[in-house]
């Protein structure tokens, strides 16, 4: 839906390595959100931001980083802090989604 | 605090058949309300969304919602389900259309043809 491009698609990421999740949109919206999604499991808020240059932690921001430097981009990286980083991770503009991107650890 | 209650963890249709797919929530005002889709390892399709005005939403894909107010509830309905729609679904809410979303742990739902 919309116009929201996140990638790549499958990632790997190994023991004690920083790895970074694209996100893209052409929506002209301010709002930008990260959601983790677990096998069989709902989804869970990392981070989000309401405008550029500005973004709040959610429930599960620990082992996450994120910026907010352009309106249209908002990428999340996945660091060595995160101990189990294997799932599915979507960016959403809302309302809409991305296509979401795995991450496994290997 | 909001939240979202999806009381079917599964549900099983025959093609044909009419669907309904519970959702209860907690909010302390009016809630912006959406039903969602996911086919496996995909992204979200918004199914339709509620703000306020006539109870009864109309989406895409044949789906429609009713928002009761007294019973907490917005329920997703489609009179004949294909077997396409075969899916997870799931329901959220949030205090505006730019809003962090709350969601209920989702309906799979199978459809048997």
């Known amino acids: 839906d919309g116009g929201i491009t996140q990638s790549p698609k499958y990632l790997f990421r190994k023991e004690g390595q920083n790895v970074t999740l694209s996100c893209e949109q052409n929506l002209n919206h301010d709002a930008m959100y990260w959601y983790r999604q677990d096998p069989g499991q709902g989804l869970r808020l990392i981070y989000y931001s309401q405008i550029v240059n500005d973004f709040q932690k959610g429930d599960i921001a620990e082992g996450y980083s994120v910026s907010r430097e352009k309106k249209e981009s908002f990428p999340l990286t996945v660091t060595s802090a995160q101990k189990n980083p294997t799932a599915f991770y979507l960016c959403?503009?809302?309302?809409?989604f991305g296509e979401g991107s795995w991450l496994t650890v290997v | 605090a909001q939240s979202v209650t999806q009381p079917d963890i599964h549900i099983t249709v025959s093609e044909g058949a009419s669907l309904e797919l519970r959702c209860n929530y907690s909010?302390?005002?009016?809630?912006?309300l959406f039903w969602y889709v996911q086919s496996p390892g995909q992204g979200l399709q918004l199914l339709l969304k509620y703000f306020s005005g006539d109870t009864l939403v109309q989406g895409i894909k044949g789906f429609e919602a009713e928002f009761k107010r007294s019973q907490s509830s917005f329920n997703l309905r489609k009179p004949s389900v294909h077997w396409s729609d075969a899916a997870e679904y799931f329901c959220a809410v949030g205090a505006g259309t730019a809003s962090k979303l709350t969601f209920g742990t989702g309906t799979r739902l199978q459809v048997t043809l």
């Open positions: 959403a503009s809302p309302p809409y």
């Open positions: 909010y302390g005002a009016t809630p912006y």
